[in-house]
C-alpha cells in the first residue's frame, strides 16, 4: 500500500511540473496548456471584419439615410432624428469671420484649446486662436465645445492634460463637450510609437474621468482603425465617440455622437479647408 500510494504522489508531482498525465500502466499522455478564446468579428457594412466589443452600444443611425447635398454638407434623412452641423478649427485656420460662419448654416463650433507635442519633449501648448475662437463663436450664437490633441505617454500626462485644460476653461461654459483626441502621428519623431490599447484606453480615462467631475460633458475623438484597434471600447462605453471617417456614411458599428466626415469643406467666413461634423440626436426631442 506504501508502495502504491508513492507511486502515485509521484505521478502527481510530475503533473504539476511537467503538464503530463501519467497512468499506472505506463502510458504517458501530454495535455495542451489553457488557451485564451479568440477575440470574436463581425462584418460591417463595408463586408470588413471589425472586433466585437461588449457592453457597447451599437449604432442606431441606418449608413444609407446620410445624404450628401449639393454644397458637400451631409444630412441624414430620418425627420426623428435631430442634427447639428458643425466645424472643428484651430490655429491653422487663422482668423475667423465667426457671424459668416454662423450665417453660411454652422450650428457648432469644435475649438482646439491646446495639445501636446508629439517629439520627444512632448510639451503642452495653448491653441494661439483658442481665446479669440471662442470669444467670437459664442458672440456669433453657436454651440461651442473644445477638443485637446494629446500626445500623453502615461496617465500621469493625461491627467495633466485634463487639469490644463480646466485651467485654460476656467470654469467657462460650453455647450457641446470637452473632446479628447489622443491619435497616432507619422512623426519619426513620434513619442507615442508602439503605446498599447490598454494605456492609450486609460489615458482616455483619466482625462474624461477629470471633465466628468468638473461637471463638463466628454467625449472621445478617433478615427475607424483608432477606434477598433487601439482603444478597449468596452472599457469606454460610459464616455460618448466622435467619429471621423471620410467616406459617403460612417461604416462605424457602435453608438457615436459626432460624426466628422471631411477635411476639405468650405464655409464662409473661414479661409481655407476646414473640418465639417454631424451631431445626431435620436429620438428627435
Same mark, same amino acid.
Given at each position: 500500500?506504501?508502495?502504491?500510494?508513492?507511486?502515485?504522489?509521484?505521478a502527481?508531482?510530475?503533473?504539476?511540473?511537467?503538464?503530463?498525465?501519467?497512468?499506472?500502466?505506463?502510458?504517458?499522455?501530454?495535455?495542451?496548456?489553457?488557451?485564451?478564446?479568440?477575440?470574436?468579428?463581425?462584418?460591417?457594412?463595408?463586408?470588413?471584419?471589425v472586433?466585437?466589443?461588449?457592453?457597447?452600444?451599437?449604432?442606431?443611425?441606418?449608413?444609407?439615410?446620410f445624404?450628401?447635398?449639393?454644397?458637400?454638407?451631409?444630412?441624414?434623412?430620418?425627420?426623428?432624428?435631430?442634427?447639428?452641423?458643425?466645424?472643428?478649427?484651430?490655429?491653422?485656420?487663422?482668423?475667423?469671420?465667426?457671424?459668416a460662419?454662423?450665417a453660411?448654416?454652422?450650428?457648432?463650433?469644435?475649438?482646439?484649446?491646446?495639445?501636446?507635442?508629439?517629439?520627444?519633449?512632448?510639451?503642452?501648448?495653448?491653441?494661439?486662436k483658442?481665446?479669440?475662437?471662442?470669444?467670437?463663436?459664442?458672440?456669433?450664437g453657436?454651440?461651442?465645445?473644445?477638443?485637446?490633441?494629446?500626445?500623453?505617454?502615461?496617465?500621469?500626462?493625461?491627467?495633466?492634460?485634463?487639469?490644463?485644460? /480646466? =485651467? +485654460?476653461?476656467?470654469?467657462? *461654459?460650453?455647450? !457641446?463637450?470637452? %473632446?479628447?483626441?489622443?491619435?497616432?502621428? #507619422?512623426?519619426?519623431?513620434?513619442?507615442?510609437?508602439?503605446?498599447?490599447?490598454?494605456?492609450?484606453?486609460?489615458?482616455?480615462?483619466?482625462?474624461?474621468?477629470?471633465?466628468?467631475?468638473?461637471?463638463?460633458q466628454?467625449?472621445?475623438?478617433?478615427?475607424?482603425?483608432?477606434?477598433?484597434?487601439? /482603444? =478597449? +471600447?468596452?472599457?469606454?462605453? *460610459?464616455?460618448? !465617440?466622435?467619429? %471621423?471617417?471620410?467616406?459617403?456614411?460612417? #461604416?462605424?458599428?457602435?453608438?457615436?455622437?459626432?460624426?466628422?466626415?471631411?477635411?476639405?469643406?468650405?464655409?464662409?467666413?473661414?479661409?481655407?479647408?476646414?473640418?465639417?461634423?454631424?451631431?445626431?440626436?435620436?429620438?428627435?426631442?
Amino acid at each position: 500500500m506504501k508502495k502504491l500510494l508513492s507511486v502515485l504522489l509521484c505521478a502527481a508531482l510530475l503533473t504539476a511540473f511537467t503538464g503530463c498525465r501519467f497512468s499506472l500502466f505506463g502510458e504517458e499522455e501530454t495535455t495542451e496548456p489553457p488557451t485564451t478564446a479568440a477575440p470574436e468579428y463581425v462584418t460591417d457594412v463595408n463586408g470588413k471584419e471589425v472586433p466585437v466589443f461588449e457592453n457597447v452600444d451599437m449604432s442606431a443611425f441606418d449608413p444609407q439615410l446620410f445624404r450628401r447635398l449639393d454644397n458637400g454638407r451631409f444630412v441624414y434623412d430620418d425627420e426623428s432624428v435631430l442634427t447639428l452641423t458643425g466645424v472643428d478649427v484651430s490655429v491653422f485656420q487663422d482668423d475667423i469671420d465667426w457671424n459668416a460662419v454662423a450665417a453660411d448654416g454652422i450650428d457648432f463650433a469644435m475649438l482646439r484649446i491646446g495639445g501636446r507635442g508629439y517629439g520627444p519633449e512632448g510639451k503642452i501648448y495653448e491653441d494661439e486662436k483658442f481665446e479669440a475662437n471662442y470669444a467670437g463663436a459664442r458672440a456669433a450664437g453657436l454651440k461651442v465645445g473644445v477638443y485637446f490633441f494629446s500626445q500623453a505617454v502615461n496617465i500621469a500626462e493625461a491627467a495633466q492634460e485634463a487639469q490644463y485644460v /480646466l =485651467q +485654460l476653461l476656467n470654469g467657462r *461654459a460650453l455647450d !457641446f463637450p470637452v %473632446a479628447y483626441d489622443w491619435e497616432h502621428v #507619422s512623426d519619426a519623431s513620434a513619442r507615442t510609437a508602439n503605446i498599447a490599447p490598454e494605456l492609450i484606453t486609460s489615458f482616455c480615462k483619466a482625462f474624461c474621468d477629470q471633465m466628468e467631475a468638473e461637471g463638463y460633458q466628454s467625449v472621445i475623438y478617433f478615427n475607424r482603425e483608432h477606434g477598433y484597434f487601439s /482603444l =478597449q +471600447l468596452s472599457l469606454l462605453s *460610459a464616455y460618448r !465617440f466622435w467619429y %471621423a471617417e471620410y467616406a459617403d456614411y460612417p #461604416s462605424f458599428i457602435y453608438d457615436y455622437w459626432i460624426w466628422q466626415y471631411t477635411e476639405s469643406g468650405t464655409v464662409s467666413g473661414i479661409n481655407g479647408r476646414v473640418d465639417l461634423n454631424i451631431a445626431l440626436y435620436a429620438p428627435k426631442g
